[in-house]
C-alpha cells in the first residue's frame, strides 16, 4: 500500500502524528517549526501541487489551525499537513520557497483575512479587500453585524430601525 | 401635431435602439441569460448588449456590489453618454438582499450611483425585466 509507505517515510524522519484517513488520502500533524523542512521533503516525494491552504479560527482554544493539501500526479495521493499556532501572535514560515507562487497567493489572501504573518512571503498586500482598516474579517470574534450596523445603517431610519432589533 | 421638445427627440431616437451594458456582479448575469436568448429575445426591442461603455445607453446592474467593484461601476457610469439610464435589477440592489449583514457588500445602489428603476425579484423574471423597458418607452412616449 502506497498510503503506509509515504507515512512510514515521514515518520522515519521527523516526529508526527500521521495516519491513514482512506483511500489515497494521508492526514499528518506536524508543529509549526518543522513545517517547512517537512513540506520540502513530501514536495521531493512527489506532491508537487499545493492545492489548498486554508486557516480555522478556533477562539476557545486560541489557536489557528493550518491546513495544507498537497497532491501528488506520481502516486495519486492527496496528503493533508495540520499545523497550529497562536491565535494572538499569529506567525508561521512562508512555504513560498517550497510551492512558489501558488503557496504566495493562498498565503495573501490566508493574511488578508486571518492576519496571518507569513515570514518570507515576498508580498502580502490586499488582495480583495480595499480600505480595511479593521481587525482581520475571518476571525471568530469580529462582528461583522456590528461593523455593518455601525458602517451601512442608521437607528433613526424607520425602514432600517428592524437591523438592529436583537432576534 | 404639438411640437416636440429636443429631449423627447433625443430619447425618440435612443428608445429605437437601446445598447446596453451588462454590468454584473453575481448571480444576476445567469438569471438574465434567458433575456439575450432566443425565447424572450430582447433583439426584438432592438435591445444589444455591447461591450463599452461608451457606446451604452442603458447600464443594467445586477446583484450585489461590493465596496470594491462599486468603484469601478461609478467609472463606467462616467464613461457613458447622456442620456444615460441605470437599472438596477434584483432585490440585492435595492437593500442588500440576503447580504444585509455583510461586510464588504453595498446596501442600497442609490447611494452611490444614480438609479432610474429598479427591478425587483431575486432574480427578476425576463418579463419584468421587459416591463421595465415598456415602462421606459411609455414615458418617452407621453413626454412633451
Known amino acids: 500500500m502506497i498510503e503506509k509507505e509515504i507515512i512510514d517515510k515521514i515518520k522515519k524522519k521527523f516526529k508526527v502524528e500521521g495516519s491513514i484517513q482512506r483511500e489515497?488520502?494521508?492526514?499528518?500533524?506536524?508543529?509549526?517549526?518543522?513545517?517547512?523542512?517537512?513540506?520540502?521533503?513530501?514536495?521531493?516525494?512527489?506532491?508537487?501541487?499545493?492545492?489548498?491552504?486554508?486557516?480555522?479560527?478556533?477562539?476557545?482554544?486560541?489557536?489557528?489551525?493550518?491546513?495544507?493539501?498537497?497532491?501528488?500526479?506520481?502516486?495519486?495521493?492527496?496528503?493533508t499537513i495540520k499545523t497550529e499556532i497562536n491565535r494572538d501572535k499569529p506567525e508561521i514560515d512562508s512555504v513560498y520557497l517550497v510551492w512558489g507562487e501558488s503557496a504566495q497567493i493562498h498565503e495573501r489572501e490566508m493574511h488578508e483575512l486571518f492576519g496571518v504573518e507569513y515570514k518570507g512571503n515576498p508580498d502580502l498586500s490586499p488582495l480583495f479587500l480595499e480600505e480595511w482598516h479593521e481587525k482581520p474579517p475571518f476571525r471568530k470574534d469580529f462582528d461583522w453585524r456590528e461593523y455593518v450596523r455601525k458602517n451601512f445603517y442608521d437607528k433613526e431610519n424607520e425602514r432600517e430601525r428592524v437591523y438592529f432589533e436583537e432576534v | 401635431m404639438t411640437k416636440e421638445s429636443p429631449q423627447k427627440k433625443t430619447m425618440k431616437k435612443l428608445i429605437k435602439a437601446i445598447w446596453v451594458l451588462n454590468w454584473f456582479n453575481s448571480c444576476g448575469f445567469a438569471e438574465l441569460i434567458p433575456v439575450v436568448a432566443s425565447r424572450w429575445d430582447m433583439e426584438r426591442f432592438g435591445m444589444i448588449v455591447v461591450g463599452n461603455p461608451r457606446h451604452a445607453d442603458v447600464l443594467f446592474i445586477a446583484g450585489y456590489q461590493t465596496l470594491k467593484s462599486i468603484k469601478r461601476a461609478q467609472r463606467i457610469y462616467?464613461?457613458?453618454?447622456?442620456?444615460?439610464?441605470?437599472?438596477?435589477?434584483?432585490?440585492?440592489?435595492?437593500?442588500?438582499?440576503?447580504?444585509?449583514?455583510?461586510?464588504?457588500?453595498?446596501?442600497?445602489?442609490?447611494?452611490?450611483?444614480p438609479v432610474t428603476m429598479y427591478i425587483p425579484g431575486c432574480p427578476p423574471r425576463p418579463e419584468a425585466v421587459f416591463e421595465a423597458c415598456a415602462k421606459i418607452f411609455k414615458h418617452v412616449e407621453e413626454m412633451e
Open chain 1, 24 to 79: 489515497r488520502r494521508v492526514i499528518v500533524k506536524t508543529a509549526p517549526d518543522k513545517l517547512v523542512e517537512l513540506c520540502k521533503f513530501i514536495k521531493d516525494l512527489g506532491f508537487e501541487h499545493l492545492s489548498s491552504l486554508s486557516v480555522t479560527d478556533w477562539p476557545k482554544r486560541g489557536i489557528y489551525e493550518h491546513t495544507y493539501h498537497a497532491w501528488s500526479y506520481k502516486d495519486k495521493i492527496l496528503i
Open chain 2, 78 to 113: 462616467e464613461q457613458m453618454p447622456e442620456p444615460r439610464v441605470v437599472i438596477a435589477l434584483g432585490s440585492c440592489t435595492m437593500t442588500g438582499g440576503m447580504y444585509w449583514d455583510s461586510y464588504n457588500t453595498i446596501k442600497r445602489l442609490e447611494d452611490y450611483l
